[in-house]
């Protein structure tokens, strides 16, 4: 069902070429290589807009073209579709599901394409988290959609740096505190303002930020150069100095999980 939904992703932002030059459909757990992610449980879809010129006309051209693909996943999604979130707000459709589609158009950076700038944010996540700048890092304490997400990327970047990973129980504890992450309200959308508990508040000051540190204190041993990172959720643009090896190829090991994800 991956392949049928990536296939779908790709095929609707062809049909739509000048207008939309390319969509990514990342989950963020590709990468990961024990469990179990099955389609039907899940409940949010992400899809990453190229488009020539940003706006909410080309997303929602873009959301036509992908549900009247005729691949399975999208057939799926119809029957679950509940709500489709986009810089506009929260538009309801027309099933009872459960499942939420956010559509964001990002700002690629010239001579990079949507997919190498996506692996260069997530590679570059722990400098970002490490100095407050990641979007979420700026609603952790308000919003627990800000923390799933925060979360997620702890367990990404322990994959992704083996030999500096957070220990197992903790990494337990996390996915636990992902799966109790309240989601946005069935009935109108919105998405919950949930102060952080006093165990999340300690979880981030004992656990993710030291870990991040940790990470983004060895992306600065080496050569350092400065790169511009796209914060794909607020679209706003960092420069960081960064060991550029290191960067490159833990942003290929991301890419390289996207690519390769074909779980059934």
């Known amino acids: 069902m991956y392949r049928s939904w990536r296939n779908s992703v790709e095929a609707a932002a062809i049909a739509l070429r000048p207008a939309i030059t390319s969509a990514i459909a990342p989950f963020g757990f590709e990468g990961i290589k024990t469990g179990s992610f099955a389609w039907s449980k899940l409940t949010r879809f992400y899809i990453y807009l190229e488009c020539s010129s940003a706006g909410h006309v080309a997303e929602g051209d873009y959301v036509s073209s992908l549900l009247a693909q005729a691949e399975a996943a999208v057939d ?4 679950r579709l509940r709500y489709l979130v986009h810089k506009n707000g929260c538009t309801r459709q027309a099933s009872n599901g459960e499942a939420f589609l956010y559509i964001k158009s990002v700002s690629v950076p010239e001579g990079a ?3 190498q700038t996506y692996g260069n944010y997530i590679a ?4 970002l988290i490490t100095d407050g700048k990641l979007y979420e890092s700026t609603r952790f304490d308000m919003y627990p959609s800000a923390r ?11 994959i992704l740096h083996p030999g500096l990973s957070v220990p197992d129980d903790e990494l337990a504890t996390l996915r636990a505190l992902i799966r109790d ?49 796209i914060d794909l959720h607020s679209n706003n643009a960092f ?3 960064i060991d550029n090896s290191l960067h490159h190829s833990k942003s290929q090991a991301v890419i390289s999980a996207y690519r390769q994800f074909t779980q059934a």
């Open 181 to 229: 992450c309240p989601d946005r309200n069935l009935e109108t959308g919105d998405s919950p303002a949930v102060a952080a508990t006093r165990r999340e508040i300690n979880l981030l000051n004992t656990v993710i930020l030291p870990f991040h540190r940790r990470l983004a204190t060895h992306f600065q041993k080496g050569e350092g150069r400065e790169k511009k990172i």
């Open 148 to 158: 799933r997400y925060i979360y997620q990327l702890t367990i990404m970047n322990s």
């Open 113 to 115: 394409s949507l997919l």
């Open 76 to 79: 799926d999604l119809r029957k």
């Open 239 to 241: 420069q960081v100095s």
């Open 124 to 127: 570059a996540t722990p400098l």
